[in-house]
C-alpha cells in the first residue's frame, strides 16, 4: 500500500514570495490533515479535511496560508506572502475516517514532509 | 484544551541499555495517548496508541507505554535500545470532544551510544 506523498520535498524562498505544497492521500482516507512542524517543536495542526469540507481551521493563519481538497483526495496548501517565521517542516498526514470509534482505528499516517526555508 | 510534556529534550542511553522516555498529558477526561518516531528526513511513524483497556500497550519495534491516570502520563519503553531506534519521539493526545485532533509534545531526541 502507498503511504502518504507530498511535494516538493524541499523549498528555498524569500520571504514575501508565495509558494505552494502538494500532498496525495492514502487511497481511501477521507480525512486529511496539514501540520506544521517548527525546529525544536513538535508538530501542530493547521487544518483537517473530512472528503473536501475542512473540519478544523482554527490554527491556519488565514491572512496568508490557504489550502483546498479538490474532489476529496489531493490536497494544496499555499503561503503567500511567505514570512521568515514560516520556516518549518509541512507535514501531511491523512487517516481513514475521523471517529476514533471502538477499537481506535483513525490512526494517522504522515508523509515525509516539506522542508520550506524562508530566507 | 489539552496538552503533552515531555521532558526531555535529549536522551542518550547506550546501546543494549533500557530505555525510559517520559510524557505527561493535560486533559479531564480519559484521553487518546500515542507515540510517534520520526528519523532524519522522515515522516512520523506510529509506535503505539492507547484508547481505552489495558493500560499497558505493546507497539512495534519492541516498544512498550503504561498508562497512569494518577500521573497523567503514557510513558514508553523498551527493554533493550538498538542503535536503528536513535530518532526523535513524540508523545500526542487526541479527544473526542476537540474532534480528534492530535497534539503533540516538543519531542525528545534519543541518542543511542555504541
Known amino acids: 500500500e502507498a503511504g502518504v506523498a507530498q511535494s516538493p520535498r524541499y523549498k528555498i524562498i524569500e520571504k514575501r514570495q508565495s509558494v505552494a505544497f502538494w500532498c496525495n492521500p492514502i487511497s481511501g482516507h477521507a480525512t486529511l490533515y496539514w501540520y506544521q512542524q517548527i525546529l525544536g517543536q513538535g508538530p501542530k495542526l493547521l487544518i483537517q479535511f473530512q472528503n473536501n469540507g475542512v473540519v478544523d481551521d482554527s490554527q491556519l493563519p488565514k491572512d496568508r496560508f490557504s489550502a483546498e481538497r479538490l474532489k476529496g483526495v489531493d490536497s494544496t496548501l499555499k503561503i503567500q506572502p511567505a514570512k521568515l517565521e514560516d520556516s518549518a517542516v509541512y507535514l501531511c498526514a491523512s487517516s481513514f475516517n475521523p471517529g476514533w470509534g471502538a477499537g481506535g482505528t483513525d490512526t494517522q499516517y504522515f508523509g515525509p514532509g516539506t522542508r520550506l526555508t524562508v530566507l | 484544551a489539552q496538552s503533552v510534556t515531555q521532558p526531555d529534550i535529549h536522551i542518550t542511553v547506550s546501546e543494549g541499555a533500557s530505555l525510559e522516555l517520559r510524557c505527561n498529558y493535560s486533559y479531564g477526561a480519559t484521553p487518546y495517548l500515542f507515540w510517534y518516531v520520526q528519523s532524519p528526513g522522515q515522516g512520523l511513524q506510529l509506535l503505539l496508541k492507547?484508547?481505552?483497556?489495558?493500560?499497558l500497550v505493546q507497539g512495534i519495534k519492541g516498544f512498550e507505554a503504561e498508562f497512569k491516570r494518577s500521573q497523567s502520563s503514557f510513558n514508553l519503553r523498551k527493554p533493550s535500545v538498538h542503535w536503528s531506534d536513535a530518532a526523535e519521539y513524540f508523545c500526542?493526545?487526541?479527544?473526542?470532544?476537540?474532534?480528534?485532533?492530535?497534539?503533540f509534545g516538543a519531542g525528545t531526541i534519543l541518542r543511542v551510544k555504541s
Open positions: 500526542a493526545v487526541g479527544a473526542a470532544e476537540y474532534g480528534n485532533k492530535l497534539v
Open positions: 492507547y484508547f481505552s483497556g489495558d493500560t
